[in-house]
């Protein structure tokens, strides 16, 4: 089984900066991606940042310029760096990684159980 635990969140001002982080573990081989997604309140679960082996990333346009995503392959860990925040940044923030068992050798995704990231005055 496979476990991706978020930390980090909480609650910043307005151009505020945070790093919220996602450690995998358990039965991985290997892991193809690693990402963020977020969910506000009322609104549809959407990609925020996706990074894959190999270095390629993807970004939603509505954060580009301002968050960074970065992984850590030895330590099986993704970090979102969020600078310039905006009170629409307000989400619940998920990792989400596509692992290749140890015991299956199958492809599989994973989520994680979220950390709330609150931009407030």
């Known amino acids: 089984q496979v476990q991706l635990v978020e930390s980090g969140g909480g609650l910043v001002q307005p151009g505020g900066s945070l790093n919220i982080s996602c450690a995998a573990s358990g039965s991985i081989f290997s892991i193809y991606a690693m990402g963020w997604y977020r969910q506000g309140l009322g609104k549809q679960r959407e990609l925020v940042a996706r990074a894959i082996t190999g270095g390629s990333t993807n970004y939603a346009d509505s954060v580009k310029g301002r968050f960074t995503i970065s992984r850590d392959n030895a330590k099986k860990m993704v970090y979102l760096q969020m600078n310039s925040l905006k009170p629409g940044d307000t989400a619940v923030y998920y990792c989400?990684?596509?692992?290749?068992?140890?015991?299956?050798?199958?492809?599989?995704?994973?989520w994680g159980q979220g950390t709330q990231v609150a931009v407030s005055s």
């Open positions: 989400h990684a596509d692992i290749f068992s140890s015991i299956t050798g199958r492809l599989a995704s994973y």
